[in-house]
């Protein structure tokens, strides 16, 4: 940790893993049955602590700071949230008087079954109707977020990233939070939590909805608010946006232009790589600059393409568990049930050279979300952050790459590490490190921090503005084929409303006839009987 001030924290984000497999055998990570907002933490303590790692702990450091300071207020941006520990302690906070909650209602936390309605009615009744909004954005509030302040309602520090306040986010998914003691940093969140809070309205049908307009007509959703201008021992040079925008162009673009003018690499670890916008165009076109190392892990390995110098695909690797074919003395692994594991957002950009810079945040660095949600993103220009969040990408992508090899592995040909003799493989792992005509190639050469050979160093101008069109054309069609569909099923939908109508109506008619029939036949009957 290189400032006084600014701490970012990772969770483990190994649950299929050896090391988890050895440690816990695979157990799970609540208890059976169904799932509860209250269930008891304690014997899962050991796990948790383990899988949430540095995370886990700024977390719950940080709550318990809002909870020692009795005078402290606290505001807190919900999304998703099946914690006891965590509901339990927002709860205590509430009854006391001193929280104010947003929570999300997207669909997902709405349905039948969904631990956050519980959670939603417990921090509700601890902390009083007035003071919990239960809404969204366009789509989504999508923070997850604490902010503290003093007695008066002062600013003080702030957590925030990429972690949700649940079970899965925290034991499960990569995930990375930033804890930030600063008081200018943590006003800016409290602002944008007093203008969605105080301007949430209620629609025709009474569901609570936040009101995106008058968020993104805010002056902390214009683009990116400079809170610390140098690098110095509290805080690093970084600033920060917030979202929705008006135009999403405001946040992703100078992250765009970063990772556009990157000299030695990218790396990234990215939830969802197939949105829209200027960063995940960004990404997938790195290839057209072949000075630029990159490569990255993402939930699964479609979505993002990134090629080699040589123009072969290179290496992108999705969640893959080893659950089958597991050569000795590997284990089956345990995957940890059904849902994102790779949860972080965020992209390094030459971490090593002169002006290292991460982006990270709970933003899907997609142009929609930027319009449509509640979120952050941060942009750190910082040599030692920078470094944190490359070891992470690399860690992770290691991880999941073997996984993703291991999927190609059958009974009679398991993957095997290679040997000095080993039949059929000749060639040692360490030739394509000096072969110029491969991205391990520059892999070694970017961290041994050695030159490049002459000839390797020739950069091929992209044509960004092609992509972009492209890019702006594909996301039109979707848009379009979207729409499509869903006029079709409107139409189909209304076809059947009709088609339903008009048979209960015939059904109707038909029984009105039988009654008319029968109450003659009945009134005949009557009359012969007199």
Not at 254 to 282: E, F, H, K, N, Q
Request: glycine letters at 6%; a positive charge.
């Amino acid at each position: 940790q290189a400032h006084k001030k600014f701490h970012p924290g990772f969770t483990r984000g190994y649950i299929a893993s050896q090391a988890y497999a050895d440690k816990f055998k695979n157990k799970d990570i609540r208890p059976k049955g169904k799932k509860t907002a209250d269930f008891d933490t304690k014997p899962f303590t050991d796990q948790y602590v383990w899988l949430g790692a540095d995370a886990h702990k700024k977390l719950f450091d940080f709550i318990d700071d809002c909870e020692t300071d009795t005078t402290a207020k606290v505001d807190v941006f919900i999304y998703d949230n099946d914690h006891p520990d965590v509901i339990a302690a927002i709860c205590r906070i509430g009854k006391q008087g001193r929280l104010r909650a947003i929570i999300d209602n997207a669909p997902l936390h709405t349905k039948t079954g969904a631990v956050e309605i519980t959670a939603a009615k417990m921090i509700t009744d601890a902390a009083a109707t007035a003071n919990v909004k239960r809404g969204c954005f366009e789509r989504f509030q999508h923070n997850k977020v604490f902010i503290k302040s003093d007695k008066n309602g002062n600013a003080q520090r702030v957590f925030f990233g990429s972690m949700n306040f649940s079970i899965r986010g925290l034991y499960v998914q990569a995930n990375n939070v930033i804890v930030v003691d600063d008081p200018a940093t943590a006003q800016k969140f409290k602002d944008a939590f007093d203008n969605a809070f105080v301007n949430a309205f209620t629609t025709p049908a009474k569901k609570e909805k936040l009101n995106t307009a008058k968020f993104a007509a805010g002056d902390f959703a214009q683009g990116y608010m400079a809170l610390s201008a140098t690098d110095t021992a509290d805080l690093p040079k970084f600033s920060l946006a917030l979202s929705p925008h008006k135009d999403s162009s405001v946040s992703l673009s100078p992250m765009s232009d970063r990772i556009r003018s990157a000299t030695s690499s990218v790396l990234y670890a990215v939830m969802a790589p197939t949105g829209s916008g200027p960063v995940l165009t960004s990404l997938r076109a790195l290839a057209a600059n072949p000075i630029v190392f990159s490569y990255g892990t993402v939930e699964t390995a479609t979505g993002l393409a990134v090629q080699s110098p040589n123009g072969a695909m290179g290496d992108v690797t999705g969640f893959a568990a080893l659950t089958k074919n597991v050569p000795p003395p590997f284990t089956a692994e345990f995957a940890g049930g059904a849902g994102m594991h790779i949860h972080n957002k965020f992209v390094v950009v030459d971490f090593n050279g002169d002006n290292p810079t991460v982006f990270t945040g709970s933003s899907n660095l997609a142009a929609g979300g930027e319009q449509s949600n509640g979120d952050s993103l941060a942009m750190i220009e910082d040599a030692a952050i920078a470094n944190m969040y490359a070891i992470e990408a690399v860690s992770q992508f290691d991880h999941y790459h073997y996984r993703s090899a291991k999927k190609a592995a059958t009974k009679s040909a398991p993957l095997m590490l290679w040997f000095p003799g080993q039949p059929k493989k000749p060639s040692p792992w360490w030739k394509s490190y000096y072969d110029k005509t491969t991205i391990q190639m520059r892999d070694r050469c970017l961290f041994a921090g050695v030159s490049l050979p002459p000839g390797m160093e020739a950069v091929k101008t992209p044509d960004w503005s092609s992509l972009d069109k492209a890019a702006g054309a594909a996301a039109k069609k979707k848009k379009a084929s979207s729409k499509r569909t869903s006029s079709k099923k409107a139409s189909s939908k209304k076809t059947s409303s009709k088609k339903a109508a008009s048979k209960k109506a015939s059904k109707k008619k038909a029984t009105a006839g039988k009654k008319t029939a029968a109450k003659k036949t009945a009134k005949k009957g009557s009359s012969k009987k007199r």
